[in-house]
């Protein structure tokens, strides 16, 4: 089973997605086939946060072709044309929270709307492949798994609008509202962004993988796994000694997303090192320390800082070349 892996990172997901444009064209020059889509390639694709809106957009179907709606250039395209829309800051709205201390930081109604305009009424049991997009429901105390085989096993009932699976995974903390969103059944889910479990989802798309395969072992799967840049903002003892609740709630969000991300990482180098098929688990993520001209905030949505992270995607994946063309033809063979 060959799998993609996004994580999450806001506006930062300009990364991967311009590294998976890249992927694409390779994709569509060894195969020969110039109408290949990144959904094509894979059987099974994860995604949380900013992750889980592209896992969405690439597996979205169109609803005359059935076939992949849109390109990996296109996908990426939502960020880079509308991240400033999403990530708008009012003076008011600035007061209003304190900068997402007493409120959310961030109005709801433009990234739903953008969404809306991406995702329309496809539903999730409309997707081409089947996918993985967790999020958390802060009412039951659980995490919530959004994918395909769920609608199937527990009938429309889990069905759930695109637009609002993609609001979920993203409604991050301080950032966002959580959402509200409905399934068909009407039951009521209020669910907050994935990554305060799973920013890295790579672990629970592979145990999805087994969920859907019972016969699969470690070796039959091959996976790439892509990050949004790693954060290595220092919190000095001196001034950390002193924080209350006030001043821990942005720092203990970014150095969660962060340790489990690498936690992830490290979990499945070794066990792919183990079953001895390491160059079957493809981790491609770089350091904001190499990049002194990217801000690594998740909302920095200046057309600036958008065309910085677009550059920093596309020297990740220069970088990568040799890596993306071997397994490129590794998903193509199989």
């Known amino acids: 089973m060959r799998i993609l892996s996004i994580d999450g ?5 300009i990364i991967p997605g311009k590294v998976l444009v890249v992927l694409e064209q390779k994709l569509q020059e060894i195969s020969g086939k110039p109408e290949m889509r990144i959904a094509d390639a894979f059987d099974l694709i994860a995604g949380t946060s900013t992750g889980g809106i592209l896992t969405c957009l690439y597996l979205c179907p169109d609803k005359k ?4 709606k849109f390109s990996a250039k296109e996908a990426v395209g939502l960020y880079l044309q509308d991240g400033s829309k999403i990530f708008d800051l009012p003076t008011s709205r600035r007061f209003q929270s304190l900068g997402g201390f007493s409120d959310e930081k961030y109005s709801a109604d433009a990234i739903e709307k953008v969404l809306k305009n991406y995702l ?3 539903k999730l049991s409309d997707l081409c492949k089947p996918c993985l997009i967790p999020a958390y429901d802060i009412t039951r105390r659980q995490a919530h798994f959004f994918n395909g085989a769920n609608v199937a096993k527990n009938g429309s009932g889990w069905d ?4 609002d699976v993609a609001r979920a995974t993203s409604a991050a903390p301080t950032y966002f509202e959580p959402a509200n969103v409905s399934a068909s059944d009407q039951e009521i889910y209020p669910l907050v962004d994935g990554g305060v479990f799973a920013n890295n989802p790579t672990m629970c798309a592979c145990i999805e993988a087994f969920s859907l395969r019972p016969d699969l072992k470690l070796t039959d799967l091959k996976v790439l796994s892509l990050g949004t840049g790693n954060v290595e903002k220092p919190y000095q003892y001196s001034e950390a000694k002193n924080w209350g609740k006030i001043s821990w709630a942005i720092p203990v969000l970014d150095i969660m997303m962060s340790g489990v991300s690498e936690t992830v990482d490290f979990q499945l180098q070794q066990l792919f090192k183990s079953a001895g098929c390491s160059s079957q688990y493809l981790r491609l993520q770089l350091d904001f320390k190499d ?3 990217v801000d690594s905030e998740m909302d920095n949505a200046s057309q600036s800082n958008m065309s910085a992270l677009e550059k920093a995607g596309k020297t990740l994946a220069h970088d990568s070349d040799a890596q993306l063309t071997t397994f490129a033809r590794m998903l193509l063979e199989s």
């Open 291 to 293: 990049f002194p001209g």
């Open 65 to 68: 072709t059935g076939r992949p």
């Open 120 to 122: 329309g009424d496809l």
């Open 160 to 163: 759930f609008y695109l637009r």
């Open 9 to 13: 990172g806001g506006i930062r997901g």
